[in-house]
């Protein structure tokens, strides 16, 4: 269930530098489908499952046309000792102070994280996955959200994640770049 929608508006451009200290820029990817997916921290075991995914799908989102950008709530030190161990095809961007989160009006939810740690299946799945440590026991309950970008930087879509594993279906992503690209 969505909390809000960015459908349809430009996206929000941005400057930063990813993990590694790579310069990126959303006008960057002008003229390209865009992925734009927010986690919550690099520590959090249900990003990384997503992160997991994410690689594991690398071939069909480019041959989909779409190119991923992800975001962290963290440092580059924190991705580097989590999410950054999994060796992402694609950049990943720290926003420790959320600014570009804001930009993008990313939610935190009390009642998301209830909604997660009531979820025993999700709650299993996660603890079998190897990604659970101390460090992702929940801060601030920031919630995932995900941002489908056509090629003039325009949101084709949004998805504001209810609770702390919810993104938008992979099938839902390569169908829309597979889309744009007929």
Same mark, same amino acid.
């Given at each position: 269930?969505?909390?809000?929608? %960015?459908?349809?508006?430009?996206?929000?451009?941005?400057?930063?530098?990813?993990?590694?200290?790579?310069?990126?820029? %959303?006008?960057?990817?002008?003229?390209?489908?865009?992925?734009?997916?927010?986690?919550?921290?690099?520590?959090?075991?249900?990003?990384?499952?997503?992160?997991?995914?994410?690689?594991?799908?690398?071939?069909?989102?480019?041959?989909?046309?779409?190119?991923?950008?992800?975001?962290?709530?963290?440092?580059?030190?924190?991705?580097?000792?989590?999410?950054?161990?999994?060796?992402?095809?694609?950049?990943?961007?720290?926003?420790?102070?959320?600014?570009?989160?804001?930009?993008?009006?990313?939610?935190?939810?009390?009642?998301?994280?209830?909604?997660?740690?009531?979820?025993?299946?999700?709650?299993?799945?996660?603890?079998?996955?190897?990604?659970?440590?101390?460090?992702? %026991?929940?801060?601030?309950?920031?919630?995932?959200?995900?941002?489908?970008?056509?090629?003039?930087?325009?949101?084709?879509?949004?998805?504001?994640?209810?609770?702390?594993?919810?993104?938008?279906?992979?099938?839902?992503? %390569?169908?829309?770049?597979?889309?744009?690209?007929?």
């Amino acid at each position: 269930m969505e909390t809000t929608t %960015l459908k349809n508006q430009i996206a929000t451009p941005f400057e930063t530098q990813d993990y590694l200290g790579n310069n990126i820029s %959303l006008a960057d990817y002008k003229g390209k489908k865009v992925l734009l997916t927010f986690f919550r921290y690099a520590s959090c075991p249900f990003c990384n499952m997503r992160m997991q995914l994410l690689i594991r799908n690398t071939e069909k989102l480019k041959n989909a046309g779409v190119e991923v950008l992800v975001l962290f709530a963290s440092s580059s030190n924190q991705i580097k000792k989590y999410a950054g161990k999994q060796n992402p095809p694609f950049p990943i961007l720290p926003d420790p102070n959320r600014k570009i989160y804001k930009d993008y009006m990313i939610n935190s939810s009390a009642m998301g994280m209830l909604k997660t740690m009531g979820n025993m299946k999700v709650m299993m799945k996660m603890m079998a996955s190897g990604f659970f440590s101390f460090d992702s %026991l929940p801060r601030e309950a920031l919630l995932p959200a995900d941002f489908l970008i056509d090629e003039n930087q325009v949101i084709a879509d949004s998805f504001f994640g209810t609770d702390f594993s919810e993104h938008m279906d992979i099938e839902k992503i %390569l169908t829309w770049g597979k889309a744009e690209n007929a």
